[in-house]
């Protein structure tokens, strides 16, 4: 196990050196000017030029990549064009809110959705079933920025029990997390659901409930255990979506977390910043998938590493 | 595996979030004199001659003062400077300075500050972001520590504008001294408040400066600038009371926040002129009669109830009220019969396709090219929309390398003349010398009699020949209509009640030296 670690996390090298060229080429590739942007539309073109100037984009572009490389090798991310902070402030100030909202959001959401997807899956269209999926298709289909609205609305307009903005209390947590989570919750419960379905109909259920095991056990142990695979695959997927920081609920909630840093510097043509945060997106990406590699072992021991 | 304790794991939370709602309290207490301003934009420095966000301008006012600044109605008034004399050929301004003013680190402002602020925003090797704002300044020259005397180099007739813009604020001397390049993160000025903090994703606070030279003032005790992105989201706050000053509001929204009556909405005139530029190098638009049938075509009415939900004034000159000089020569009548008539003559009798851009990619912006595209289509001119984010504006409009090959037809843009006077409506715009990549002029427009009098004009210090320049310049674009020439929209804005002495001004900064809370 220790050595299979190792070696996927020595594999992660290559691949964030050819995310780092790729993410650097595209970045500068895309339409516009961040010396013109930064400078506004009152500057005239000399005004312009020194702006380029001032934040070294005159130099010719592979100079500039390997500047890039070497310093990013020393951990140095680079300077923000637009606010002129390093990068790595710029991040680490709205990681931390990010990943607090995803955790939260991810919690309530995977033991609700699970928790659905089984009673469907235990009481196949029977009312639990329906009204289940009814609520999970709600859920998906309810479009999260309009959900975020509607909770601000009734919750801290109306009734005034909970803050509108900001990152600072517990309570702050309390309607953002509900309008992040609903759409994971949904996709949760139709996966556990399907999942479970399929494994319900398998031999070793009827072996497990001819020996006389109770229900509870049988749905519990022996189908949730082998339903789980693709349900913690999903949940992997839906936590490294939910690191990138949701542009929407961000906004709407003023959440100073990533999703918003990386609109605000794609629209600036903010580059190093841009180019920090793929890389930071990338590099959750490949350990998520790392940590739902390790987690099929834990849930099924038939699973080997080598 | 101990997944079956999934459902008490799950009451847990669910009883937890039940409690959690119920023990938070109405309501969020607020300190006491602390005044929060919900406002729309982020900050990206403190630096005012190295931004072009009129949010960080704004801020700027609680702690930077210039030698003149705006008041509530754009009218220029003396702040540092108590006087000013311009020599008769226009090249020499002397400032007699206000005594007794301390900056907020101890310094005294004096001459000598104003030498030095003034040296830095016009030396082109500090590359700052408004350096053609201060480039004809040649030289600035201590006299006696209340007099400074500045010379340009070419007559600038709008100079006393343009230092009276909130870029042009006088910075401690020994501040810039200590923090260099930081002193976008650090500013150390004269205004009423002093700067406490700046999180750049949450909040900017600044508190009451003892030492102020305006006795009585300010009379609260500290802001708060909150940037909140999301209009409804602001609008929201200031409901609720967490922020007691929300800018700018959803105009759709205005009505119905204002039947609530719980707070105040209040609807004021701007600057901010919307307008679509026509590309007259290009056919059709090069014919003065298709330019003129598009202005017929527009029902420029309804398309201030339609988009701004008639929080909005027609355009009634290419200046626009409240701008020095504005001169009044509309505003243009819908005439649709006419409109096909005159496109008929010009040899499209049956319209004709072309392309409208949104210089913007906002929600109002697209509303606004939408409406425009059917009225169009009402005497049958088709035109494909594009909604254009910042890069590509830059790429497609502000960089285009030659004018001849230019792809921008139509664009649908707005402007705000930040110095207030006739100058920076017009040169940036329509005078020939700001083609793209330049300036502004997207229209790419041409005339000998503008180009000629709007350089005249920054010779001329008398008001009154200024005047009849100006007019003559706008009687003539009026003439040649290279623009659609639409409405100004209001500043619509909230207010608590308790609040009063904050106002946004109408080049959309704000204005607070008066702030009060009762």
């Known amino acids: ?306 | 595996m101990k997944n079956f304790v999934l459902p008490r794991g799950w009451r847990t939370l669910c009883l937890g979030s039940i409690l959690a709602v119920s023990l938070a309290a109405p309501g969020v207490a607020l300190a006491a004199g602390d005044v929060v301003f919900a406002v729309g934009q982020a900050f990206e420095t403190l630096d005012p001659y190295n931004t072009n966000s009129t949010g960080t301008q704004s801020a700027g006012r609680a702690y930077y003062e210039g030698l003149y600044g705006f008041n509530q109605d754009l009218v220029l008034v003396p702040l540092l400077a108590e006087s000013h004399e311009v020599s008769s050929d226009g090249l020499v301004y002397t400032f007699k300075l206000r005594q007794g003013v301390k900056f907020h680190d101890g310094t005294d402002f004096n001459a000598d500050a104003v030498k030095v602020n003034f040296d830095r925003a016009s030396n082109r090797d500090n590359r700052l972001a408004r350096y053609n704002q201060f480039n004809r300044i040649a030289k600035t020259e201590v006299v006696d520590p209340t007099t400074v005397k500045v010379t340009l180099t070419e007559p600038f007739s709008p100079f006393i504008n343009a230092i009276g813009h909130p870029s042009a604020m006088m910075i401690s001397p020994a501040a810039l001294q200590k923090f260099g390049k930081d002193i976008g993160f650090n500013p150390v000025g004269t205004g009423p408040f002093q700067f406490v903090e700046w999180k750049q994703t949450d909040y900017l606070k600044v508190k009451k400066f003892d030492g102020y030279w305006r006795k009585g003032y300010p009379k609260v005790d500290t802001l708060t600038f909150r940037p909140v992105p999301d209009a409804n989201t602001r609008t929201a706050m200031v409901q609720t009371g967490e922020a007691h000053f929300g800018f700018p509001v959803p105009f759709e929204r205005a009505q119905q926040l204002k039947d609530e009556g719980k707070v105040d909405v209040i609807d004021a005139p701007s600057i901010s002129v919307r307008y679509v530029s026509m590309n007259v190098l290009q056919k059709p638009f090069d014919d003065v009669r298709v330019r003129h049938a598009i202005n017929y075509a527009v029902n420029k009415e309804a398309f201030g109830k339609v988009v701004y939900a008639g929080h909005a004034q027609l355009m009634d000159g290419v200046v626009p009220k409240g701008v020095d000089f504005a001169h009044v020569s509309g505003p243009w009548p819908y005439n649709p019969a006419k409109a096909r008539e005159l496109l008929k003559e010009a040899g499209y009798p049956n319209g004709f396709e072309t392309s409208l851009w949104s210089a913007y990619n906002d929600s109002t912006s697209a509303k606004s090219v939408q409406f425009l595209q059917q009225q169009l289509a009402q005497v049958g001119i088709k035109a494909s929309l594009e909604i254009l984010e910042p890069g590509q504006r830059v790429q497609r409009v502000s960089q285009a390398p030659d004018p001849k090959q230019a792809g921008v037809r139509m664009l649908y843009a707005t402007w705000s003349a930040s110095t207030g006077e006739a100058d920076w409506a017009l040169r940036p715009l329509l005078a020939s010398e700001a083609w793209p990549p330049q300036l502004n002029n997207t229209a790419y427009y041409k005339n000998d009699v503008v180009d000629a009098n709007i350089a005249k004009a920054l010779r001329v210090t008398k008001r009154e020949e200024k005047a009849e320049i100006y007019k003559i310049v706008q009687e003539q674009i009026w003439k040649d209509a290279p623009w659609v020439f639409l409405n100004t929209a209001n500043n619509v804005y909230l207010r608590n009640k308790k609040l009063s002495g904050v106002y946004v001004m109408p080049d959309n900064g704000l204005s607070y030296a008066d702030i009060e809370m009762k």
């Open chain 1, 1 to 306: 196990m220790p050595s299979y670690l190792l070696k996927r996390l020595l594999g992660m090298l290559p691949t964030l050196m050819i995310v780092v060229l790729v993410v650097f080429l595209f970045v500068h590739m895309m339409p516009g000017d961040p010396a013109r942007l930064a400078a506004g539309p009152d500057a005239n073109l000399e005004t312009v030029e020194l702006v380029r100037k001032q934040l070294g984009l005159d130099r010719p572009l592979p100079e500039q990549f390997l500047t890039y490389v070497l310093n990013l090798a020393q951990g140095n991310m680079g300077v923000s064009l637009r606010t002129k902070l390093p990068v790595t402030t710029e991040i680490s100030t709205r990681f931390m809110p990010t990943m607090l909202l995803t955790l939260t959001s991810m919690a309530w959401s995977v033991v609700l959705g699970m928790l659905v997807g089984i009673m469907s899956a235990v009481f196949r269209n029977r009312w639990p079933d329906r009204a289940g999926m009814t609520a999970a298709v709600s859920g998906i289909s309810f479009p999260n920025f309009a959900l975020g609205m509607l909770l601000m609305q009734i919750f801290s307009v109306n009734l005034g029990w909970l803050p509108t903005v900001g990152a600072d209390s517990w309570r702050h947590y309390i309607l953002p997390s509900i309008t992040l989570g609903t759409a994971v919750a949904a996709v949760m419960a139709r996966f556990t659901r399907s999942s479970f379905i399929d494994v319900i109909h398998e031999d070793y259920v009827r072996t497990a409930r001819a020996k006389g095991a109770s229900e509870p056990s049988v749905v519990g142990h022996h189908a949730l255990r082998n339903a789980l695979i693709p349900v913690v695959t999903m949940m992997g997927l839906q936590f490294g979506f939910l690191l990138g920081g949701s542009i929407v609920v961000e906004t709407v909630f003023n959440w100073p977390g990533l999703g918003r840093l990386l609109v605000d510097a794609v629209n600036m043509r903010d580059y190093p910043v841009i180019q920090g945060l793929v890389l930071l997106f990338s590099l959750e990406f490949i350990l998520i998938n790392l940590i739902v590699d390790v987690l099929y072992g834990l849930i099924n021991p038939t699973i080997r590493y080598k």
